[in-house]
């Protein structure tokens, strides 16, 4: 059992109190996951020419302005780095992937959680309100975010485990419920030249639709195939750089509502974790109903 939350803001004037209206939204989810939390939070997109790489470094004390000096020193470009305790958004605008390879020999106590243009990705294990007072969730500012409360079932409480999983560029995925056929995905993928970090089953969703983006689906086409290929429980609540989908099973046993109105699209497993937002009392509401896509654009 976990918790999910999304949230979309129409009107550019919500923007800066994207944050604010999320954290009661991810605590609401606490019973749901005690264990951990995350989020995806997406941003005015930084140039073509750069990238942002959000980085973690746990347990382990990170000398972030070392690592930086020492990335000027080893690429000609240009980066800056924004630091938040032990995570830290790196925007570079040398190869993203370079950067990576780089940070993996170099730095190996340093994990990369998301890369893109527009998402930071900050997750940890604990309380989701420490984990929201921690990394000053009521300040962040974007279009749309992702989040998850955890409660381990089939793997290790870490924050490499915990939600949200991400692949490829500004793409992320959090799930509610549990995936039987995990190991099949992964024989399948890995020969395929796709990676995998953890053996979580969720990380196994997220990697089949990172391949099927790569053959260049589009993202509710890589959905549709899923439902083939995915065997379980779910509800699989993902970002991108421009839009927010959600998609629940054939049996939709794992929870979910919807709350949209005119300035805003709100995601959550049960109510209570959208009761606080404005004008809620006039909400459209309704629950997804099974293998059916929903998504909005900024």
């Known amino acids: 059992m976990c918790g999910i939350v999304g949230l979309l803001v129409k009107k550019p004037a919500l923007r800066d109190r ?27 997109p930084v140039s073509e020419q750069q990238r942002k790489l959000s980085l973690y470094s746990g347990e382990h004390a990170a000398d972030w302005s070392g690592l930086l000096g020492r990335l000027r020193a080893e690429f000609e470009q240009q980066h800056e780095i924004a630091v938040h305790g032990n995570q830290a958004v790196l925007t570079t605008a040398a190869d993203a992937d370079r950067v990576v390879a780089w940070l993996k020999r170099n730095a190996p106590t340093i994990a990369v959680l998301s890369v893109g243009q527009s998402i930071d990705l900050y997750k940890d294990v604990g309380a989701p309100a420490d984990i929201a007072r921690r990394y000053r969730f009521a300040e962040l500012r974007g279009t749309h975010l992702v989040g998850h409360t955890r409660m381990a079932t089939e793997s290790a409480v870490s924050p490499a485990h915990a939600h949200p999983f991400t692949a490829g560029r500004d793409f992320c995925l959090v799930h509610n419920g549990s995936l039987s056929n995990p190991h099949l995905v992964r024989k399948h993928l890995e020969p395929l030249g796709i990676e995998f970090e953890t053996d979580n089953d969720t990380e196994a969703a997220c990697r089949f639709f990172e391949w099927r983006l790569r053959e260049g689906d589009e993202l509710e086409t890589a959905v549709e195939r899923g439902f ?14 421009k839009e927010l989908l959600i998609v629940r099973d054939a049996f939709a046993g794992k929870p979910a509502v919807v709350a949209e109105t005119d300035d805003y699209v709100a995601i959550a497993s049960e109510f209570r974790s959208l009761a606080h937002l404005p004008d809620i009392g006039h909400a459209r509401l309704f629950e997804p109903k099974p293998e059916e896509i929903y998504s909005w654009r900024i």
Do not use: K
Not at 26 to 41: H, K, N, Q, Y
Not at 233 to 238: A, P, Q, R
């Open 228 to 241: 083939s290929q995915l065997d379980g429980f779910f509800t699989f609540l993902m970002g991108t750089d």
């Open 18 to 44: 994207l944050g604010a209206l999320m954290v009661p939204m991810l605590i609401g989810m606490t019973e749901r996951g005690p264990d951990s939390a995350g989020l995806a939070v997406y941003t005015t």
